[in-house]
């Protein structure tokens, strides 16, 4: 990537420079996914350029 911060998440450019998420029994929480959380495959798709992120999950 050649972007200093983060692609768009969400349909929005958040600016942010990292994002912090839980990961547990293969689902991904964070402040938007609500309580159910949402797959990893379903949570990446959220991200511009998703391919190009390395997801550590």
């Keep these: 990537m050649n972007?200093?911060?983060?692609?768009?998440?969400r349909g929005k450019d958040s600016g942010w420079w990292s994002h912090t998420v839980v990961?547990?029994?293969?689902?991904?929480?964070?402040a938007w996914t609500g309580r159910a959380g949402e797959s990893i495959a379903e949570f990446k798709t959220n991200w511009v350029k998703h391919a190009d992120i390395d997801f550590p999950f």
């Design 23 to 30: 990961v547990y029994n293969g689902r991904v929480y964070d």
């Design 3 to 9: 972007q200093l911060h983060l692609p768009n998440y």
